[in-house]
């Protein structure tokens, strides 16, 4: 796979990153401060933060074993 590409790749999950971890601040603050929502309601959205948290890191396993993790790294540091 030549660079180009892999700075494609990369650039998709650096900013699939950015995107959950807004989300995923989103969630905390719903938990923490939302008076309205239910105890059910809580749970299942910290359950589907937790879920999110877990396919992000499946897809940096991919990458690492797809693609040369220290590249990605060195063109993040770049960045």
Do not use: G, P
């Not at 900013?15 to 905390?28: A, G, L, Q, W, Y």
């Not at 749970?43 to 940096?60: C, D, P, R, W």
């Amino acid at each position: 796979m030549d660079i180009k590409v892999q700075d494609e790749i990369f650039k998709a999950y650096a900013e699939n990153t950015r995107e959950v971890k807004s989300i995923v601040k989103d969630i905390k603050h719903v938990c923490t401060f939302a008076t309205q929502v239910s105890e059910r309601d809580r749970q299942e959205l910290l359950h589907l933060m937790k879920a999110i948290y877990k396919k992000q890191n499946t897809m940096l396993d991919i990458i690492d074993k797809k693609l040369d993790l220290d590249v990605w790294q060195e063109i993040n540091r770049n960045k």
